[in-house]
């Protein structure tokens, strides 16, 4: 088991992507903790683990509140006494598709603030705790629209900033034996986006996209899953400040 023994914080856990992250931890060893302003669906994943796979608490948090973040992290040290890996998975879109001359200020800070905020207090207080003990994985979520998109501006700006993050950090934290790097999918199966879209909607994009990818699919939760496992893993440990694309190709 390759997380045997290790405390692992996954955020946004009761998303596809994260309930994916937090399963896999939880199967190579992790006791994991999970986060997600959604309570009630975080509950039901922390539940199963608990009861199928192994060792799990959860909390439900708003990650854009400074106050909640800090608190957060003051109970996983006095509950466990370390952290030894984090995940930042929470985020969102609230300006999907928008033109230029659409953008709205105040769902692009909305953006900002789920994604990049979010991201960097977490962050500072994983750094807390991991500098001390010595050691640390954190692993952060970008998205392959941080190159750019003419249409997600917002986003694909906090997923740039995330990047740019990472990198800053890995310079910072690397003397203390803490890697730091991130993970940039392309479009991933989670029910978030079939929701949003609806059936046919989703169906048309999904196969659009599977068409330019060359391995000729989009993502699943758990391909993205297994990559954050890799670099909280001892196998990246000579791996940090670098963004791992799981697109199946789409940019080659």
């Known amino acids: 088991m390759r997380l045997q023994g290790k405390i692992a914080l996954v955020t946004g856990a009761a998303g596809g992507i994260g309930s994916a992250t937090a399963r896999c931890f939880a199967r190579e060893g992790a006791t994991v903790v999970l986060v997600d302003i959604d309570l009630e669906a975080c509950s039901r994943v922390c539940d199963d683990i608990a009861q199928n796979i192994g060792q799990a608490s959860c909390s439900g948090v708003d990650l854009t509140s400074e106050a909640q973040v800090v608190e957060l992290f003051s109970n996983?040290?006095?509950?466990?006494?370390?952290?030894?890996?984090?995940?930042n998975i929470a985020g969102?879109?609230?300006?999907?598709?928008?033109?230029?001359?659409?953008?709205?200020?105040?769902?692009?800070?909305?953006?900002?603030?789920?994604?990049l905020k979010s991201c960097m207090l977490c962050c500072r207080e994983a750094a807390k705790i991991m500098k001390p003990q010595g050691y640390g994985r954190i692993v952060n979520m970008s998205s392959?629209?941080?190159?750019?998109?003419?249409?997600?501006?917002?986003?694909?700006?906090?997923?740039?900033?995330?990047?740019?993050?990472?990198?800053?950090?890995?310079?910072?934290?690397?003397?203390?034996?803490?890697?730091?790097?991130?993970?940039?999918?392309?479009?991933?199966?989670?029910?978030?986006?079939?929701?949003?879209?609806g059936t046919e909607r989703w169906q048309a994009l999904a196969k659009a996209s599977a068409e330019r990818y060359p391995l000729g699919r989009i993502a699943t939760p758990e391909d993205v899953a297994k990559a954050a496992l890799f670099l909280a893993s001892e196998d990246a440990a000579f791996i940090t400040g670098q963004l791992l694309e799981i697109s199946g190709g789409a940019r080659l």
Do not use: H
Request: glycine share 8%.
């Open 92 to 115: 969102g879109d609230c300006e999907p598709a928008a033109s230029v001359e659409s953008i709205d200020m105040e769902r692009a800070m909305r953006n900002l603030d789920m994604n």
């Open 144 to 197: 392959l629209v941080w190159r750019g998109s003419p249409n997600q501006f917002s986003y694909s700006a906090s997923k740039g900033g995330i990047f740019a993050f990472t990198r800053s950090l890995a310079l910072a934290l690397g003397g203390f034996n803490i890697t730091v790097n991130a993970l940039a999918p392309a479009l991933v199966e989670v029910e978030a986006f079939t929701r949003a879209l």
């Open 76 to 87: 996983i040290r006095r509950d466990y006494g370390r952290l030894d890996c984090i995940v």
